[in-house]
């Protein structure tokens, strides 16, 4: 069976991670989330995948190369142009995605799945094709039931009695919404949904190809499942998803590493004295990570692998990524370290390199200077903690 995967997107609600990392290999606990959606698409026997490809395509294709690890078979198809022998990403839109791998050639000839890159799932997705095609359906989106006070975040999908789509809102306000039942990103199609598309330009499924079959009435259902999905479009997202992770909430992401002690998972050879730290689980720590003593990690927690935590410091439930060096006695409480910059869990970034600040968070392969009081204290008012 034949499927697609999303992966053009630029992330930009993402950023500072998809400057370097495309968003389908943001690393959920040091791996892909789009490694997760194949996983899924091979256990449901999907295993001819397509995916297009844009911002930083080559990172996607040297990863998952033609999915012959990973037990399926993977092609690509790129969105973009080569300027002064750089790659560079245009991509043309989830729609123009899927139409432009037809115009090349046929690949689409039977019932296929489409899967946004960016989420974490255990639907049924076996199940969901069954009903799609007892409805007879052209086109069916896989819903979900949120809080009412949450479907301003999403695309709203509002249904008749039998399951039928007759209108969509896209995030609309609370008191304004007709339903609780939101667009998750998966889609099952038939070919002929193809002949909607127009050829050779950007083209979007949730903003132009659905109203178009909900106009011609299309047989065009939704189908509300009850399955676990956690988006991560956005820095608050991906807090969610760590911390659910973590909390043993998403039923297909087990914690790996060997857990030294209750909720407290490591990778190999982490340097660390257990008697001489405070460390409060869940809590996942990578390979070759140093822990000094006097340090406080409290979960829910990720420290990636090669970090450097130096003495006196607290790390608590925050996201700290590879070879990140944080400095003794600094307090990262909600934070997201990412390299250079420091990003709190409502996606407000601090670039602390650019403000000359970077000794307290820093690149742990580096060697970093002492720093005066003054200096320290200018960070600790930046970060708005108190000084070390």
Known sequence: MKAMILAAGKGTRIRPITFTIPKPLIPILQKPVMEFLVELLRQHGFDRIMVNVSHLADEIENYFRDGQRFGVQIAYSFEGRIVEGKLVGEAIGSAGGMKRIQDFYPFFDDTFVVLCGDALIDLDLTAAVKWHREKGAIATVITKSVPKEEVSSYGVVVTDEDGRIKAFQEKPKVEEALSTNINTGIYIFEPEVLDYIPSGVEYDIGSQLFPKLVEINAPFYAVQMDFQWVDIGKVPDYWHAIRSVLLGEVKNVAIPGQEVAPGIYTGVNVAVNWDKVDITGPVYIGGMTRIEDGAKIIGPTMIGPNCWVCKGATVDNSIIFEYSRLG?????????????????????????????????????????????????????????????
């Open 328 to 388: 003794p006695g600094i307090r990262l409480v909600d934070k997201l370290v990412f390299g250079r910059y420091c990003v709190d869990k409502t996606g407000a970034t601090i670039d602390v390199q650019a403000a000359a600040l970077d000794w307290l968070i820093t690149d742990a392969r580096q060697e970093v200077p002492n720093q005066t009081p003054i200096e320290r204290q200018a960070i600790a008012e930046l970060l708005g903690q108190d000084s070390p």
